[in-house]
């Protein structure tokens, strides 16, 4: 039962809040039961700003005091479909191979391949990629794009993972988890959801046994209820517990840009800076001894609100997300890029050292650093 405005505020009262928070404060996370955590999401003010110190304190005891960041370049499943034709210039190779001569670590790669491709079309770019810059990690393909991959090619899903382990892919992200709950999930569609949590969960767990690692990701603000923000973090950290394979959560708001067609109508409205730093602030606490990265999706969120999370618990800000020279539209998040000297600005105003990492957050070689990173 869908019980949330689209985007409503919902606080708890200062009791309650109180309650949970002297709890949490002496005894620990692990103290905490559901409805605490429930409470802690709707607090406020004085309480929230000593529950943001808190997820900040945590954060410190994980991470230290570095704000790390990827050098990365996203690419768009249709735009690489449509160059694995060689005559298509600039090609994947060309593409891939500035991403690399810029210092890029990683390349991202996600969205639906187009009906007309090849069925082998998602191996096909994999190894495009892989064969133009064999040192780069190539983070690829949503649940969603992996089932689809396994279904073109009449294979199962461990199967295909398995064959694109082996062309090259080494991580999934782990977007379109939305909020796992099935009737929340169909309401978003506005019917039958694409894709259950069971098969969410089933793909994730299928990527990690066969080798690869992924993100794990919740999409708050919209018609959840707190309770079931609750439910979707507990529900990570089982599968952490089973597997050990996240590398890091990914908090994003619904915005403009990711709202299901179906309930577009309803979304006048962003979820606030309170509930964005509350549910960070929860997330680091609730999930501690389990992710030790809690990541700012500083794309969807304002500079100022950025900051705040990352004082209240989060330690990394992504990716900056090269555009290039050659085609820098060929991105679905083409126009947002940070450069360094942005990274080492917001270190700074937090008081700490910016740090580059590779997708699995080990350090990078000096000669990996990137020698231009946009405008």
């Known amino acids: 039962m869908i019980s949330r405005s689209w985007a409503a505020d919902?606080?708890?009262?200062?009791?309650?809040?109180?309650?949970?928070?002297?709890?949490l404060r002496v005894q620990g996370s692990s103290a905490l039961a559901d409805d605490d955590w429930v409470a802690l999401l709707g607090s406020q003010g004085d309480e929230l700003d000593e529950l943001a110190h808190?997820?900040?304190?945590?954060?410190?005891?994980?991470?230290?005091?570095?704000?790390?960041?990827?050098?990365?370049?996203?690419?768009?499943?249709?735009?690489?479909?449509?160059?694995?034709?060689?005559?298509?210039?600039?090609?994947?190779d060309e593409l891939v191979a500035e991403a690399d001569a810029l210092g890029a670590t990683e390349i991202c790669v996600q969205g639906p391949l187009p009906d007309d491709?090849?069925?082998?079309?998602?191996?096909?770019?994999?190894?495009?990629?892989?064969?133009?810059?064999?040192?780069?990690?190539?983070?690829?393909?949503?649940?969603?794009?992996?089932?689809?991959?396994?279904?073109?090619?009449?294979?199962?899903?461990?199967?295909?993972l398995t064959a694109a382990r082996a062309a090259g892919l080494a991580s999934v992200p782990g977007t379109a988890a939305q909020i796992l709950d099935d009737d929340l999930r169909d309401v978003l569609a506005g019917g039958r959801a694409a894709l259950t949590?069971?098969?969410?969960?089933?793909?994730?767990?299928?990527?990690?046994?066969?080798?690869?690692?992924?993100?794990?990701?919740?999409?708050?603000?919209?018609?959840?209820?707190?309770?079931?923000?609750?439910?979707?973090l507990r529900t990570l950290v089982d599968i952490q517990s089973r597997t050990g394979g996240?590398?890091?959560?990914?908090?994003?708001?619904?915005?403009?840009?990711?709202?299901?067609?179906?309930?577009?109508?309803?979304?006048?409205?962003?979820?606030?800076?309170?509930?964005?730093?509350a549910v960070h602030a929860v997330a680091r606490l609730l999930t501690a001894g389990s992710f030790d990265h809690l990541q700012v999706a500083w794309t969807k969120i304002d500079p100022a609100t950025a900051r705040a999370v990352l004082a209240g618990g989060a330690d990394d800000i992504g990716g900056l997300l090269l555009d290039g020279d050659?085609?820098?539209?060929?991105?679905?998040?083409?126009g947002y890029v940070l450069t360094v000297a942005d990274i080492?600005?917001?270190?700074?105003?937090?008081?700490?050292?910016?740090?580059?990492?590779?997708?699995?957050?080990e350090p990078v070689d000096d000669h990996r650093s990137p020698v231009r990173t946009g405008s």
């Not at 919902?10 to 709890?23: H, K, M, N, S, Y």
């Not at 190894?127 to 090619?153: C, G, K, M, T």
């Not at 994003?252 to 730093?277: C, F, H, Q, S």
């Open 344 to 361: 080492a600005a917001i270190a700074a105003d937090l008081g700490r050292a910016p740090a580059q990492r590779t997708t699995r957050y």
């Open 326 to 334: 050659l085609m820098p539209a060929a991105g679905v998040e083409a």
């Open 246 to 277: 996240f590398t890091e959560l990914i908090l994003m708001p619904m915005v403009e840009t990711n709202t299901p067609p179906a309930v577009a109508p309803l979304a006048k409205r962003r979820p606030g800076v309170r509930e964005t730093r």
């Open 117 to 160: 491709a090849p069925a082998d079309g998602h191996l096909r770019i994999i190894e495009a990629i892989a064969a133009a810059a064999p040192r780069i990690h190539i983070h690829a393909y949503r649940p969603a794009e992996i089932r689809d991959a396994a279904a073109r090619q009449g294979r199962t899903v461990e199967q295909f």
């Open 10 to 23: 919902v606080t708890a009262p200062v009791t309650t809040v109180r309650e949970a928070l002297d709890r």
């Open 197 to 232: 949590s069971a098969e969410w969960i089933e793909t994730i767990e299928t990527a990690h046994r066969v080798g690869l690692t992924s993100t794990a990701t919740m999409v708050y603000g919209h018609l959840e209820t707190p309770a079931q923000v609750v439910a979707h």
């Open 54 to 92: 808190l997820a900040d304190r945590a954060r410190a005891q994980v991470t230290g005091e570095t704000l790390t960041y990827v050098v990365n370049r996203n690419l768009d499943t249709p735009v690489l479909a449509a160059r694995l034709d060689a005559g298509v210039r600039p090609g994947i």
